[in-house]
């Protein structure tokens, strides 16, 4: 019965502004309140209560730049020139390689293309999709492109391609002035030496007519 009359008394508290409250004791030992006199009562002055202010709610911070992506996964890089097994022809040895990568190359990362011949790097990394081999020898070649990032890693690496790589043999086509001769060369000849002069011929004088 007491914790009814507290909680009757927290809700009074609750809703009541600045005045009296009464309070007595029934023969029973109950405890009652009340706003109204009553005789015998104990009088009770409530604080004035203050209403609650509305929330204050803080603006939203403005959004702030975007997130930089950690990474970017290539899917695709596959060389599209030279074919597979093609054959090239070209006497000054001069390759074009064309490659094709998915998703685009991610040069804000520092990301860039290496293309290798026979295992070896050829040239600095380059953003480009088409690159150019020069002085490349006759015969049968590998080609590979790979994406790296700026520390060198391999981010991706298509898969190797042979061609073949025709010239024309220098027999057919001279040498340009001023090029070095290529292949084996022949020494110089001795020069020969003078011949000795011939004995001067017998005037030639015709057979006599034979007999009658």
């Given amino acids: 019965m007491r914790i009814i009359t507290f909680l009757i008394l927290a809700l009074w508290l609750v809703e009541a502004t ?3 409250v009464y309070r007595w004791v029934a023969p029973d030992g109950s405890m009652y309140f009340s706003d109204q006199p009553r005789a015998g009562a104990d009088i009770i002055t409530l604080p004035e209560w203050a209403p609650p202010q509305a929330p204050r709610y803080l603006p939203p911070p403005p959004p702030g730049p975007a997130n930089k992506a950690v990474f ?14 093609e054959n ?32 070896q790097a050829q040239g600095e990394p380059s953003d480009s999709l088409q690159q ?5 020898e006759r015969g049968k070649h590998t080609v590979v492109a790979r994406v790296i990032n700026e ?6 690496k298509s898969r190797p391609v042979n061609f073949y790589l025709k010239q024309a043999s220098p027999l057919f086509h001279p040498p340009r ?3 070095p001769p290529r292949g084996v060369q022949q020494a110089p000849r001795a020069p020969m030496a003078p ?7 017998a005037p030639f004088r015709p ?4 007999p009658g």
């Fill in 88 to 119: 090239v022809r070209d006497n000054q040895g001069n390759i074009e390689v064309t490659l094709m990568l998915k998703p685009d190359l991610t040069t804000a990362e520092g990301h860039r293309i290496q293309v290798l011949l026979d295992g």
């Fill in 132 to 136: 150019s081999l020069t002085g490349v």
């Fill in 151 to 156: 520390r060198g890693r391999t981010l991706i």
């Fill in 72 to 85: 970017t996964v290539y899917n695709t890089l596959t060389i599209i020139k030279p074919t597979p097994g």
């Fill in 177 to 179: 002035p001023g090029t």
């Fill in 195 to 201: 011949r000795a002069p011939r004995a001067p011929h």
């Fill in 18 to 20: 600045a005045h009296d």
């Fill in 207 to 210: 057979a006599p007519p034979p």
